[in-house]
T-cell receptor, first 112, second 112 residues
Framework: NAGVTQTPKFQVLKTGQSMTLQCAQDMNHEYMSWYRQDPGMGLRLIHY???????DQGEVPNGYNVSRSTTEDFPLRLLSAAPSQTSVYFC???????????FGPGTRLTVT | QQQVKQSPQSLIVQKGGISIINCAYENTAFDYFPWYQQFPGKGPALLIA?????SEKKEGRFTISFNKSAKQFSLHIMDSQPGDSATYFCAASSQAGTALIFGKGTTLSVSS
């Protein structure tokens, strides 16, 4: 039982490149979300999903796309990376009927 | 407008002392208030949480105090240990299975 996994752990991109951050869970939780963590800013919600086929925007969605085709996976896409997207990205999962949320280990992304 | 305000930004406590971190919120619809603990290079981990129907919750050395009328809640770490050195985030949510709104975090250092 791996819980919440994120890949890759580290990534360096050049400005304008695209990439997908992967989040997978084996907990069968309906709710999945993406946060970014920046020094002194806490964790800010990017996008979230309450189930397969349903996604919505969070506080800082610009520059990011998501889709949810299965319960297990919730990838985050950067279409054209910018230095402002340099951050640590966390995926979190939770049950629809519960307040508790569990975080993955994170992906550290640097855009040069 | 920052919905959850956390203070202090950093805290240094001697081993055996009491660490106190405070949070204040604006949205009266919030009804779940967790604290997360994060070690360097790791994802945030749920530490303890409280609902507004109680004024205090204790789990081992960790206690949440909640003041609904003041819209404030705090984390108390009794007998602080060097292993408690981490970043602590308060958060709030208004509905199960939805987004958590985070404070900006407090870096705690416990000196031996």
């Amino acid at each position: 039982n791996a819980g919440v996994t994120q890949t890759p752990k580290f990534q360096v991109l050049k400005t304008g490149q695209s990439m997908t951050l992967q989040c997978a869970q084996d907990m069968n939780h309906e709710y999945m979300s993406w946060y970014r963590q920046d020094p002194g800013m806490g964790l800010r919600l990017i996008h979230y999903s309450v189930g397969a086929g349903i996604t919505d925007q969070g506080e800082v969605p610009n520059g990011y796309n998501v889709s949810r085709s299965t319960t297990e996976d919730f990838p985050l896409r950067l279409l054209s990376a910018a230095p402002s997207q340099t951050s640590v990205y966390f995926c979190a999962v939770g049950l629809a009927a519960s307040y508790e949320q569990y975080f993955g280990p994170g992906t550290r992304l640097t855009v040069t | 407008q920052q919905q959850v305000k956390q203070s202090p930004q950093s805290l240094i406590v001697q081993k055996g002392g009491i660490s106190i971190i405070n949070c204040a919120y604006e949205n009266t619809a919030f009804d779940y208030f967790p604290w997360y603990q994060q070690f360097p290079g790791k994802g945030p981990a749920l530490l303890i949480a409280i609902r507004p129907d109680v004024s205090e919750k204790k789990e081992g050395r960790f206690t949440i105090s909640f003041n609904k009328s003041a819209k404030q809640f705090s984390l108390h770490i009794m007998d602080s240990q060097p292993g408690d050195s981490a970043t602590y985030f308060c958060a709030a949510s208004s509905q199960a299975g939805t987004a958590l709104i985070f404070g900006k975090g407090t870096t705690l250092s416990v000196s031996s």
